[in-house]
């Protein structure tokens, strides 16, 4: 069976089996709802998304390399799949960001009966790549720099 490509944003592919609660005529996810991409989807997050309660990711799920893109949630679980977001040979040039939301009392993420991982949690049993462009970590200093200096010079600029 072939995958199935698909982009985020269209509504016409969530039901039942990837999202909860499913409202009556459907729609693409929303605040607070339960996300499921399905083994066999190859899924492109195409725009920002609003706090998801739960994203479980076992098939692909891949940032569009096009643009800035957010992924907000409460807990992502990269179970049997993967979450993308450029690649060795093609570093993304946009800002793909994770941002993990919650307070203490929210449900956490539950493994088995005995295993929890808490909440703001990105747990990864599946891949996680993520790709950007190489950043200098360090540079040198063109002069010396001193204790009460409050200018410093680095050969970079």
């Known amino acids: ?14 039901d039942a089996d990837s999202r909860s609660p499913l409202p ?7 605040a607070g709802d339960t996300v499921f991409i399905p083994a066999g989807w190859n899924c492109t997050l195409d725009e920002d998304t609003e706090i998801l309660d739960y994203l479980e990711i076992n098939g692909n799920l ?19 799949g993967i979450l993308i977001s450029g690649s060795a040979e093609a570093p993304t040039t946009f800002k793909h960001e994770i941002h993990l939301y919650g307070e203490l009392e929210d ?16 747990a990864v049993t599946g891949q996680l790549d993520m790709y950007g462009l190489k950043k200098k970590s360090w ?14 010079f680095t050969e970079d600029t």
């Open 24 to 30: 009556e005529g459907g729609g693409k996810p929303i």
């Open 139 to 152: 540079t040198k200093l063109a002069t010396n720099a001193y204790p009460d200096d409050s200018i410093i």
């Open 1 to 14: 069976m072939p995958a199935l490509e698909t982009i985020w944003s269209e509504i016409g592919i969530w």
């Open 62 to 80: 891949t940032f569009d390399p096009t643009k800035d893109i957010t992924l907000k949630a409460k807990r992502i679980f990269i179970r049997d």
């Open 107 to 122: 449900e956490h993420l539950v493994f088995d009966g005995t295993l929890a991982a808490g909440n703001k949690v990105l």
